[in-house]
Nanobody
Framework: QVQLVESGGGSVQTGGSLRLSCAAS????????LGWFRQAPGKEREGLAA???????SYTNSAKGRFTISQDNAKNTLYLQMNSLKSEDTAMYYC???????????????????WGKGTLVTVSS
């Protein structure tokens, strides 16, 4: 059973940074794609960043240039470094995983199989 637990959310001022963490268990690194999604109030969920089992990363336009996804396989932890935060980044952020043979492909667009409960990020001026 894959379990994902996010942490690191909170309140930050515009222009600030946060690093989200996702503690993952119950999965085999070589078989899974891992990613970050978010959902703002009144909006649909959107993909942000994903990482293949070989470390290749992909980003949607919402995350490119400001967010960086990384993972520490020794700690089974996924990270999302978020810089230059804007008010429109306010949302619940979710860690996700898919048993995809380690390849993420279009999973940022269609969603993944396993989800954490989320961590709230609030950006204010």
């Amino acid at each position: 059973q894959v379990q994902l637990v996010e942490s690191g959310g909170g309140s930050v001022q515009t222009g600030g940074s946060l690093r989200l963490s996702c503690a993952a268990s119950g999965y085999t690194v070589s078989r899974y794609c891992l990613g970050w999604f978010r959902q703002a109030p009144g909006k649909e969920r959107e993909g942000l960043a994903a990482i293949d089992s070989d470390g290749s990363t992909s980003y949607t336009n919402s995350a490119k240039g400001r967010f960086t996804i990384s993972q520490d396989n020794a700690k089974n932890t996924l990270y999302l470094q978020m810089n230059s935060l804007k008010s429109e980044d306010t949302a619940m952020y979710y860690c996700a995983a898919e048993n995809s043979g380690g390849y993420c492909g279009r999973l940022l667009l269609v969603g993944m199989e396993y989800w954490g409960k989320g961590t709230l990020v609030t950006v204010s001026s």
